[in-house]
Structure formats: C-alpha cells, structure tokens
C-alpha cells in the first residue's frame, strides 16, 4: 500500500494464486486488497471484511463463482456488495448468464490493467453513491437522527450477526413523559425543539460506533446496543436520563418533575431463532409500558 488515499476494500476470490497475485498487482496503490483462494473461506471473508467491491473467479474447484455469486445474493447482510466477475470463460451467453446471476460487470481474462483499475473505479463509485443516497433516506427530517426505515433495517442486521456470532444485544425504547402537556403548555415548536435536544442528548449519551438512536415515532426514540452486557446496557440507559435531565428543559405541567423527563424500556440478551427482531422490539416496548406504569421517569430491562 501507498501513501495514497485508500478508496476502498476489494476482495478477490479466485483459486490461482498467480491470477490473485497479477490482480493485487494493479490494485494495491488505490485499494485495502483481502483475498481467498476458494469460494467457501471467500463467503466467510465477506463477513469478515465487509468489502466494497468483490472480484469473483467463474471457474474454480468445490463451490463455483456462480453459487458463491448465489450466496452473497441471498443474505441481507451481504446482498448489496458488488461482485465482478473475473473470467476466462469469454462467450456471449457465458457474460449474460453471469450479469442475470446478478454480477454488476464481467471482466474476461487476460486481464489489462488499466481496464480493470477503470471499471473498478466506476463500480466503487455507483456503490459510495448508492450508499449516500440510501443514507439520505433513512434520516429523520426534525431530529437529523436514524428514522424508523433505518432502524428496522440496523436491528434486523444487528440480530440476525448476534444470533450467528451469540452476542448479547440490548434494545431501548425511550418515551417522553407527558410530552402532550408539554406542547399544550409551551406550543408545538418549542415541543419540536425539545425533541431535537432529547435526540441530541441521546446521541451523546451513546459512544461506540455500532451505537444506534432513531427516531421511531413522534416522541419515542430507540436505540441499537450491539455488543453490549446486560450491566452496561443498564449503565448506558443511566447515562441517557441523566444526560436529558442535565438539558433542564421546564415542563412545569408535568406531575413528577418541573423538568423533562423519558421513560425507558429495554431489553438485553442473545437473541434466538424464536426471537425475530420485531419480537425484541415488542419486549422492549412491554418493558417501557412497564416504566410508565410504574410512574416514568424511570428505566426498566
Ligand atoms: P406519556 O407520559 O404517557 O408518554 O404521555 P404523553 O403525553 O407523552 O403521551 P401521548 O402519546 O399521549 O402524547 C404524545 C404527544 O407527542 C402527542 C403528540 O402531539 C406529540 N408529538 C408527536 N410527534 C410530535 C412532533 O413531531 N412534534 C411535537 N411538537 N409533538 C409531537
Ligand atoms: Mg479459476
Ligand atoms: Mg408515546
Ligand atoms: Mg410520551
């Protein structure tokens, strides 16, 4: 690797070394290279690399390029990584059977270097493209927070690598107290605002990378905790409360404090086949039921 910009993460599954090798060769300045010699131990370097483009052999030995090209295709977590294939197979019907398969190109063999830096450069494009424009719609317009969209598809993804890996996720659902006394009190832009700070605080109160807040209906919130043990997604949850009670917004209506306070319902645990995302997010809202009940302004996982 160069000094250069790295534009992005490229994988080659290809059983020649050598193909790998000349391939590595015109790539490595402009691009982090993985590689895998056969399509099973390729699948498992998806998983683990998460690339943005995938350079795929046709022909190789045990798992061809067409099922690998199969495999990645079928999985949510996978689906949306272009693949190339790279082939000696040259016939018309030969590059129509891999672009039906779902190939975004097909780069026949011998390879010329500066074809292939060409059509790569355009597919990584189309794909950080495609990711800003999809990322676009998955914002929510007040709070400038994750929307629901994002957040069904941030949990779906989130459950389905904690049941495969048997990692503990935590779920929250977060609910402002008598936010409609709030707006009757104060108006509904100063309850805009205040969703936009408790959003906000939110944010800040969450602070790893795979951490997620949306924005899940009008002033309800919920968070993504991948990765995290029961006592910490509990510490986590202290954290939110009390980030929104240092906001000291006035809601002198409210019957349990002359602040803004949330209710917050979660759960936390590995999940099951039994489970299904929608189900954990319907057992975190039973447990915000279960605040309110029992006052709010409180926690319950
Ligand atoms: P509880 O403590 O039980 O949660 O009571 P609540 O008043 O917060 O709950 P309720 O569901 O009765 O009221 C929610 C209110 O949130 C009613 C609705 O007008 C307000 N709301 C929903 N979306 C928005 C929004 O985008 N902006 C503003 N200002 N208010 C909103
Ligand atoms: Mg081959
Ligand atoms: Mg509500
Ligand atoms: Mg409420």
Redesign the pocket.
């Known amino acids: 690797m160069s000094s250069n910009e790295i534009k992005g993460k490229i994988l080659i599954i290809d059983d020649s070394p050598a193909n790998i090798q000349l391939i590595n060769g015109i790539l490595k300045d402009d691009y982090e290279i993985f590689f895998s010699t056969n399509g099973v131990s390729g699948i498992k370097k998806v998983y683990e690399t998460s690339p943005d483009l995938i350079l795929l052999d046709v022909v190789m030995p045990d798992m061809d390029g067409y099922e690998v090209l199969k495999k990645i295709k079928s999985d949510l977590l996978t689906r949306d990584i272009p693949v190339i294939f790279i082939t000696a197979l040259d016939s018309i019907d030969q590059e129509v059977k891999g672009l039906e398969a779902g190939a975004v190109d097909y780069i026949t063999k011998p390879i010329i270097g500066a074809i292939l830096k060409a059509r790569v450069a355009t597919h990584i494009e189309l794909k950080k493209q495609r990711d800003y424009l999809e990322n676009l719609t998955m914002i929510d317009g007040?709070t400038g927070i994750a929307n629901k969209r994002r957040l069904n598809e941030y949990l779906e993804k989130w459950y389905k690598i904690s049941l495969r890996k048997k990692l503990n996720l935590s779920i929250f659902m977060i609910?402002?107290?008598?936010?409609?006394?709030y707006?009757d009190t104060y108006g509904?832009l100063a309850?805009?605002d205040c969703?936009k700070f408790i959003a906000g605080a939110i944010k800040n109160s969450l602070k790893r990378p795979y951490d997620l807040v949306a924005r899940f209906g009008?002033?309800e919130f919920a968070c993504v905790i991948p990765e995290t043990s029961y006592d910490d997604a509990l510490m986590i949850a202290g954290r939110i409360k009390s980030n929104i009670s240092n906001l000291r917004l006035e809601h002198k209506a409210s019957t349990i404090s002359s602040y803004v306070t949330v209710?917050i319902g979660g759960i936390s645990g590995i999940p099951t086949e039994l489970d299904g995302h929608f189900k954990m997010l319907e057992r975190a809202d039973e447990s915000l039921y279960k605040a309110?009940q029992l006052g709010?302004d409180q926690i319950v996982i």
């Open positions: 007040l609910d402002i107290d008598y936010f409609k006394l707006n509904h309850g805009d969703l009008g002033e209710s309110k709010r």
